[in-house]
């Protein structure tokens, strides 16, 4: 991260950390921890839990989209107050008359993307599954499959197999940061669960050819999307609908953490992943539906454990 929003995020900092540490400050950022917040970037916040520090990471700048408005006005008028803070996100209004500022649109800095890459022509598994390049490419979602494996409903083929990626900008970690262990979740609201092999989710290792879009190229198995397991699979049947499903990360996917850039995982079908055929059903298929990070709420979260004595506390 070096975008115009972090370093106004660096610069009020403590500011920052005093708002997000009162009551009416976590209610408005949504933060429901109770340690105290040491570390506000515009996708994460970390906070102090005895020996250790949690962080935890959002596809999106969530807290640069909260609060971006009001330090800019800050910035402007070159006011350091609490109360100003809190006029400017309209939280709080005083008799004192504050400057008037007018914004353009705010555009948070788009560090990583989310979303999915699938093949979705009738074909044989074979042809599905190794075909390099995916058809339909999706960014931006709300819900939608995150992973799926459907059945044409004629001559045993393969209608769509779906690869799912989750990027987070981990660059706040910083080189010097051990990460004990982390937890990747994700919010699932329906999961269908038809065929009769592979059926679980897997979480995965990915490499987009962008950080911040997804290309047909992606789909390529065991390159772009990987087959390595970066956590336990959570079977279908496993999974709470209606709630966040963890998946904790094994040690190839705390190695995978990037400290200094872009962390990148994804999902798939299982019987995608492992390239186990499932036995043809006419029409049926494996899937889950979550919540991506343009959700409003329940966005795909990745929770990282450090030990305090390797985290650097910087504030400014």
Not at 21 to 33: A, E, P, T
Not at 84 to 100: A, D, G
Not at 204 to 226: F, K, M, Q, R
Not at 278 to 287: A, E, I, N, Q, R
Request: proline share 2%; net charge negative; charged share 20%.
């Amino acid at each position: 991260m070096d975008s115009l929003s972090e370093q106004i995020f660096n610069k009020y900092q403590k500011l920052i950390l005093k708002f997000a540490n009162s009551k009416i400050g976590r209610k408005y950022l949504s933060i429901n921890h109770d340690g105290e917040i040491v570390k506000i970037v515009p996708n994460a916040f970390y906070s102090l839990n005895r020996d250790e520090i949690e962080a935890v990471f959002y596809g999106v700048d969530v807290y640069g989209r909260k609060l971006n408005h009001a330090l800019t006005a800050l910035e402007i008028i070159d006011d350091f107050n609490i109360e100003s803070l809190l006029h400017y996100l309209r939280i709080k209004t005083n008799n004192f008359v504050y400057p008037k500022v007018m914004f353009d649109e705010f555009n948070p800095n788009a560090n990583a993307v989310d979303g999915y890459v699938e093949r979705a022509s009738e074909s044989s598994w074979a042809s599905s599954h190794d075909v390099a390049n995916g058809d339909v490419i999706q960014t931006g979602s709300l819900t939608e499959r995150c992973a799926i494996v459907v059945a044409a409903t004629t001559g045993s083929n393969w209608w769509t197999i779906r690869r799912g990626f989750f990027l987070f900008d981990t660059s706040s970690l910083t080189a010097a940061s051990t990460v004990a262990s982390g937890t990747f979740s994700l919010y699932v609201n329906t999961v269908t669960d038809q065929l009769d092999t592979g059926r679980a989710l897997a979480m995965i290792n990915t490499n987009p050819a962008s950080n911040t879009t997804l290309v047909a190229g992606d789909y390529t198995d065991g390159v772009e999307s990987g087959t390595t397991q970066q956590a336990t699979n959570i079977n279908l049947s496993a999974l709470n609908t209606s709630a966040y499903n963890d998946f904790t990360l094994n040690a190839t996917g705390i190695s995978n953490i990037s400290k200094t850039g872009v962390t990148k995982f994804g999902t798939r079908i299982e019987a995608d992943r492992a390239n186990t055929v499932p036995t043809w059903v006419s029409g049926d298929l494996l899937g889950v539906n979550v919540n991506f990070s343009e959700s409003a709420s329940n966005r795909p979260r990745l929770t990282l454990i450090i030990p305090r004595g390797s985290f650097i506390f910087n504030l400014i």
